[in-house]
C-alpha cells in the first residue's frame, strides 16, 4: 500500500467505525454495494463478471477509484457470483453469457425442488444433509467446484486488494438464515404455505439448521479493522411477512446468528 493510500484508508476506516459507532463523523461515510453496476460503468460483460472472480474484484476496485468519494465497499465480490448465491439460497440461478445474453443481469429461477418430507431429513439429519441433496439438482455442480476452489486459492487476499486500494471492506462474507434457504429450496409459495399448515415442524428445522450457518460466518469471517458479516436479509425482509411469522420465523434466527458470530 502506497503512504498516499494509507492515509486515506485511515482516514475513512475511522469515519466508518465512527458512524458504526454512533459517535460524530466529517460526511456520512458512502459504502459501495452496486455488484452489477461495476463491470457495466467499466466496460466488461456480466458474463466475465459472473465467472472470473479475480476480474471482478479488479473491476470493482477501478469503479470505485472512478467514482471517487466512496469510503469503502460492503462485501468485496470474487468467486462465480451465481454459484455463491445458489450456495446460499438453494435455488438456480441463470448465468449471463450461457444460460442468459452476455450483458443480461443473473436470475433466480426459484421453484419446488425440497420435498415436505425433507424437513424431516434436516431435523434427523442437519443442514449438510439438505445441502447434498438439493445442491446437485440447482447447479452445475463442476462449476460450483470451481468456486470454492477459487475462494480457498483467492478468498483471502481479496479483502488485501481492496485495502491497498484505500478502501476499507465493512463485511468478509454474507450467510444466510434458516428462512433463507429453506424459501429458496422450497420455493416461496409453498414455503409460505408450510408456515401455516406446518408451523411446529419448520421451526423444529430451522433450530436444528443454526449450528450450519454459525460455521459458515465463522469460516468466512478473517482479520480486518472493520470484521461484520452480512447475515440474511432477502427473502426474510420485515415487508413482506406479517409480524407474528417475522416474530416466530425470522428474528429469533438473526439474534443468534448475530450473537454467535
Not at 467499466?42 to 474484484?57: I, N, P, R
Not at 424431516?120 to 441433496?133: E, M, P, Q, R, S
Not at 480457498?152 to 433463507?180: E, I, Q, R
Request: contains cysteine; aromatic residues 10%; negative net charge.
Amino acid at each position: 500500500m502506497s503512504n498516499e493510500n494509507e492515509k486515506l484508508y485511515q482516514k475513512r476506516l475511522a469515519r466508518i467505525k465512527n458512524a458504526i459507532n454512533l459517535e460524530p463523523v466529517d460526511r456520512v461515510p458512502c459504502i459501495f454495494m452496486g455488484m452489477a453496476f461495476a463491470p457495466r460503468y467499466m466496460g466488461m460483460s456480466q458474463h466475465k463478471y459472473c465467472v472470473d472472480g479475480t476480474a471482478a474484484v479488479d473491476v470493482t476496485i477501478e469503479a470505485m477509484k472512478r467514482l471517487g468519494n466512496v469510503d469503502g465497499i460492503n462485501q468485496a465480490p470474487g468467486g462465480i457470483h451465481p454459484m455463491s448465491m445458489t450456495y446460499l439460497w438453494l435455488s438456480r440461478l441463470l448465468i449471463p453469457g450461457i444460460d442468459l445474453d452476455e450483458e443480461a443481469l443473473w436470475q433466480v429461477v426459484e421453484k419446488e425442488i425440497m420435498a415436505k418430507e425433507d424437513y424431516d431429513l434436516v431435523i434427523d439429519k442437519g443442514a449438510y444433509a439438505l445441502v447434498d441433496k438439493i445442491l446437485p439438482q440447482v447447479c452445475d455442480m463442476k462449476m460450483m467446484e470451481e468456486n470454492f476452489a477459487w475462494h480457498g486459492t483467492h478468498g483471502h487476499g481479496v479483502n488485501g486488494k481492496f485495502c491497498d486500494a484505500g478502501f476499507v471492506v465493512v463485511s468478509h462474507g454474507a450467510v444466510a438464515t434458516p428462512f433463507d434457504t429453506l424459501c429458496g429450496a422450497r420455493s416461496m409459495n409453498q414455503f409460505f404455505f408450510d408456515l401455516y399448515r406446518m408451523p411446529d415442524k419448520v421451526e423444529e428445522a430451522m433450530d436444528v439448521m443454526v449450528p450450519y450457518y454459525i460455521e459458515q460466518g465463522l469460516s468466512a469471517a478473517g482479520p480486518g479493522d472493520v470484521s461484520g458479516m452480512w447475515v440474511g436479509g432477502w427473502r426474510t425482509a420485515s415487508a413482506m411477512l406479517a409480524p407474528k411469522l417475522w416474530d416466530r420465523f425470522v428474528w429469533p434466527y438473526i439474534k443468534k446468528i448475530s450473537t454467535a458470530l
